[in-house]
């Protein structure tokens, strides 16, 4: 490798940090979009919000993980603000640590924000994971701080709450509430966001009617985010989009990267390993 | 923006903090490894403390030290619980047949609770789901069986040890294909996703830290 292309090796990673940088500052969103054009996805999670009674309980099963959080969060903030929009209640509970430090820091935004505290409940943690979705079942926990609605769930079981909200992520996922829950309880709406990572394990559920909807991709995320009229609560909406100039650069450099490694293959196709290393 | 920090100074501090680690693990792929390798047991650190944190003010206190002290006789089960962590505790110093005890049972309820759960809500229910019946649409007829051919095709292309002959071979060799097709798609959402997450630290450190674009 001569030095010039050993330098380039080294800084490409910063070049490519300052080009997205870059290029999510380019005013091209009104052009480029995120958003599938699949709207039986949309259609779908209408259909099941629409379907709540007045007032609904929702349970939220808060369980993403650091690494891609970020990834859903968006979506998270507006399906929150969306069903808060409908006066519904939400109660939260995490079972994995990952998922409570982040609910925390969702429940603590909301308070910033000015959320109706009344219509949040804390659950807390619960240890245990599968077993933890069992008991679950049968009956939710007390809430950390007692209000109206931790006192009217304290005691009840899943089977009472209206709907089930899940947001998945590595550590525990949508498949862990259909394997555990669902069997247990009758016909709650069980709906889910999840990052990309789960979606082969996830995506089976929906076709099968065990998930009621799904968001598992970013450009579903983004295709529903459109479509929701979040009225006074669009305080509770995340402020900032992704950048789809800065996805676009992105991909079309990582299509590079693929297209020249691809194109080194094919132009040497027989060359053994050991003659391609360098002298 | 991430929207988990306030304006206040404690949100400040917290942008500035989040910001210059953020900088120092993006400075890991220029091969600064040293403060990067010191962020990963900031992060161990950090992690572990919380999991104590947690443990204490949301299991140990609540659902456990209170609940025997307002009722000591009333909770065996807590009684039991504390039993096996003190076994486990002392694993060492016990006799194996009783320090196994707790193992055992953390064993054998996390393979049941699994197992279970995999039965009952993942294989049957998916099972049932692609059982074709007459009544179904054509296109759910249509769809069943593009799916049932697709199944056997790469499962055909893992299956070794047969004679296949010219047939079986393109068979098996079509079966691979469509596998490597169905992961390069479920690759190329991966890629798209972990951009996502770049772009998010990108603006994170431009729009929340730098107010560039806010």
Same mark, same amino acid.
């Given at each position: 490798?001569?030095?010039? $292309?050993?330098?380039?090796?080294? /800084?490409?990673? !910063?070049? @490519?940090?300052? #080009?997205? %940088? =870059?290029?999510?500052? &380019? ?84 308070? $910033?924000?000015?959320?109706?505290? /009344?219509?949040? !409940?804390? @659950?807390?943690? #619960?240890? %245990? =994971?599968?077993?933890? &979705? ?84 970013? $450009? ?9 009229? @979040? ?49 | ?214």
């Amino acid at each position: 490798m001569t030095e010039r $292309r050993a330098l380039l090796v080294r /800084t490409a990673p !910063a070049l @490519l940090v300052i #080009l997205l %940088g =870059a290029a999510s500052l &380019l005013p091209l969103d009104d052009q480029l979009r995120l958003e599938s054009g699949d709207a039986s996805i949309v259609e779908r999670w209408s259909a099941q919000l629409d379907g709540l009674p007045a007032q609904p309980d929702v349970l939220v099963g808060f369980d993403p993980d650091l690494g891609t959080y970020a990834e859903v969060r968006p979506t998270v903030r507006v399906m929150l603000a969306d069903l808060l929009n409908r006066d519904a209640r939400l109660a939260f509970v995490s079972l994995t640590p990952e998922g409570r430090a982040l609910a925390l820091a969702e429940l603590e935004r909301f308070e $910033r924000i000015g959320a109706n505290p /009344t219509r949040l !409940a804390d @659950l807390g943690y #619960l240890p %245990g =994971a599968e077993a933890a &979705l069992v008991s679950l079942a049968r009956e939710l926990p007390p809430a950390i701080e007692e209000n109206a609605l931790a006192r009217r769930l304290a005691g009840e079981g899943l089977a009472e709450v209206e709907a089930i909200l899940v947001v998945g992520g590595n550590d525990l996922g949508p498949r862990s509430w259909v394997e555990q829950v669902a069997p247990r309880i009758g016909d709650v709406p069980m709906l889910a966001i999840a990052p990309v990572i789960l979606l082969p394990e996830i995506r089976p559920y929906l076709a099968t009617g065990q998930l009621d909807a799904l968001v598992a991709t970013p $450009r579903d995320g983004a295709a529903y985010r459109e479509s929701v009229d @979040l009225g006074g609560f669009e305080r509770l909406a995340p402020t900032g989009e992704p950048s789809a100039a800065a996805v676009l650069v992105g991909l079309v450099v990582a299509l590079l990267v693929l297209g020249s490694a691809l194109g080194g293959r094919l132009a040497r196709p027989g060359t053994p390993a050991a003659a391609r290393e360098p002298r | 923006m991430s929207g988990f920090f306030g304006d206040d100074t404690a949100g400040m501090v917290a942008t500035w903090v989040a910001a210059l680690v953020t900088i120092v693990v993006l400075g890991g792929l220029l091969g600064e490894r040293r403060l990067f390798g010191w962020t990963q047991h900031l992060l161990a650190g950090l992690a572990t403390g919380f999991l104590a944190l947690l443990a204490v003010t949301e299991v140990v206190g609540p659902r456990v030290v209170e609940p025997l002290a307002a009722d000591p006789g009333g909770r065996l089960e807590l009684w039991l619980g504390l039993a096996l962590v003190g076994t486990a505790a002392g694993a060492p110093w016990l006799p194996r047949t009783v320090a196994i005890v707790p193992l055992a049972i953390i064993i054998g309820a996390l393979a049941a609770f699994a197992l279970g759960g995999a039965v009952i809500g993942t294989l049957l229910p998916q099972l049932a789901a692609v059982v074709l019946v007459p009544e179904e649409s054509p296109a759910a007829m249509v769809a069943g069986g593009a799916m049932a051919v697709v199944s056997a095709l790469v499962l055909f292309g893992f299956i070794h040890g047969m004679p296949r002959g010219r047939i079986g071979s393109s068979a098996a060799s079509l079966g691979r294909w469509l596998l490597l097709a169905g992961i390069g798609g479920w690759l190329g959402y991966l890629l798209f996703s972990r951009l996502l997450l770049l772009l998010d630290r990108i603006g994170f450190l431009l729009g929340d830290w730098l107010g560039i674009g806010r």
